[in-house]
């Protein structure tokens, strides 16, 4: 090890596949593109069928240092990331979807970022590019209307409630610190998705901070989680319950319960716009214990119990 990658912390990349044999390649290729010295890779596969596992071990078998952890049952993506996050090193870590691309300067750039930082940071996010399959642009995470105007509006600090009342951060970009991850000992196995969860956990006890930078091409396609949600038969809304019920326990002030009712809210409509009733009876039951029913909420939430 050079004296540059002595002197800087392991950031550890936990590379997620699930059948991302069209894209793994642009992955990998982003990783060792990286400027940052001190990387500990982690190659995960979540049981691929469409030959991604031989892709993977063409990638170690090419770079002796990185490590692999082929599953042989799919156990989805909280899992398989915490089985890598048990066995890792790293004083940082990335959660990186094998469908999306590292810019070459994003760990050096967060990690920078985080060294301004005290402990109570336990993430550094930024802006990502929007791609498509082909890997042409789409567009920004953040919209700019105006010189110095982002939308949706990023929040730095304190945001437990901003995260209860709005989606405001590009899940890919996060850089997050393994003191947090462990904390909250890893992602919640039980959910179907780790994003929401570990934002409300996460934001309870440490401070976020954006970084103004595009470090991250995120790829939109149709097998991509963040597709599958609101649909008939939802797979992730039961999680997303769950998960409200959490932040409802970790609610401190009437503000964050504000908060947490416009969540609710969004949810309920949604749910019943997709014809997800039962879970739509579950959204309105968390806001009346949150006492934020408004007479739209009680129409939805009496048509959702009619209909489920």
């Given at each position: 090890?050079?004296?540059?990658?002595?002197?800087?912390?392991?950031?550890?990349?936990?590379?997620?596949?699930?059948?991302?044999?069209?894209?793994?390649?642009?992955?990998?290729?982003?990783?060792?593109?990286?400027?940052?010295?001190?990387?500990?890779?982690?190659?995960?596969?979540?049981?691929?069928?469409?030959?991604?596992?031989?892709?993977?071990?063409?990638?170690?078998?090419?770079?002796?240092?990185?490590?692999?952890?082929?599953?042989?049952?799919?156990?989805?993506?909280?899992?398989?990331?915490?089985?890598?996050?048990?066995?890792?090193?790293?004083?940082?870590?990335?959660?990186?979807?094998?469908?999306?691309?590292?810019?070459?300067?994003?760990?050096?750039?967060?990690?920078?970022?985080?060294?301004?930082?005290?402990?109570?940071?336990?993430?550094?996010?930024?802006?990502?590019?929007?791609?498509?399959?082909?890997?042409?642009?789409?567009?920004?995470?953040?919209?700019?209307?105006?010189?110095?105007?982002?939308?949706?509006?990023?929040a730095s600090g304190h945001v437990f409630a901003e995260v209860l009342r709005r989606?405001?951060?590009?899940?890919?970009?996060?850089?997050?610190?393994?003191?947090?991850?462990?904390?909250?000992?890893?992602?919640?196995?039980?959910?179907?998705?780790?994003?929401?969860?570990?934002?409300?956990?996460?934001?309870?006890?440490?401070?976020?901070?954006?970084?103004?930078?595009?470090?991250?091409?995120?790829?939109?396609?149709?097998?991509?989680?963040?597709?599958?949600?609101?649909?008939?038969?939802?797979?992730?809304?039961?999680?997303?319950?769950?998960?409200?019920?959490?932040?409802?326990?970790?609610?401190?002030?009437?503000?964050?319960?504000?908060?947490?009712?416009?969540?609710?809210?969004?949810?309920?409509?949604?749910?019943?716009?997709?014809?997800?009733?039962?879970?739509?009876?579950?959204l309105y039951a968390l806001l009346r214990e949150v006492r934020a029913v408004r007479?739209?909420?009680?129409?939805?939430?009496?048509?959702?119990?009619?209909?489920?």
């Amino acid at each position: 090890m050079n004296q540059a990658a002595a002197a800087s912390p392991v950031v550890t990349i936990v590379a997620l596949c699930y059948n991302h044999a069209r894209f793994v390649r642009e992955a990998l290729d982003s990783i060792r593109a990286q400027t940052y010295p001190n990387l500990e890779v982690w190659l995960v596969d979540d049981a691929s069928t469409d030959g991604s596992v031989a892709i993977l071990r063409e990638y170690a078998a090419a770079n002796p240092a990185w490590h692999t952890l082929l599953l042989p049952a799919n156990v989805g993506n909280c899992a398989a990331f915490n089985q890598a996050f048990r066995r890792a090193r790293g004083e940082f870590f990335i959660d990186f979807a094998t469908d999306d691309v590292l810019l070459p300067t994003r760990v050096a750039e967060q990690v920078a970022a985080f060294q301004q930082l005290d402990a109570s940071y336990g993430v550094v996010f930024t802006d990502a590019e929007l791609i498509d399959e082909t890997s042409r642009h789409v567009r920004y995470h953040y919209r700019r209307p105006a010189p110095g105007q982002l939308h949706p509006r990023p929040a730095s600090g304190h945001v437990f409630a901003e995260v209860l009342r709005r989606y405001f951060i590009s899940t890919p970009t996060m850089l997050m610190r393994r003191s947090t991850l462990a904390h909250l000992g890893g992602y919640d196995e039980t959910l179907a998705y780790e994003d929401f969860d570990f934002w409300v956990r996460a934001a309870r006890d440490f401070q976020f901070h954006f970084l103004d930078a595009v470090t991250t091409r995120k790829r939109l396609h149709p097998g991509a989680m963040s597709r599958r949600g609101y649909r008939p038969h939802d797979p992730f809304l039961a999680s997303t319950i769950t998960v409200c019920r959490k932040a409802l326990a970790l609610c401190r002030t009437a503000e964050e319960r504000a908060a947490l009712a416009v969540r609710l809210r969004w949810e309920l409509r949604l749910a019943v716009r997709w014809s997800n009733f039962a879970e739509a009876a579950e959204l309105y039951a968390l806001l009346r214990e949150v006492r934020a029913v408004r007479p739209l909420d009680w129409a939805l939430g009496h048509y959702a119990r009619l209909r489920r």
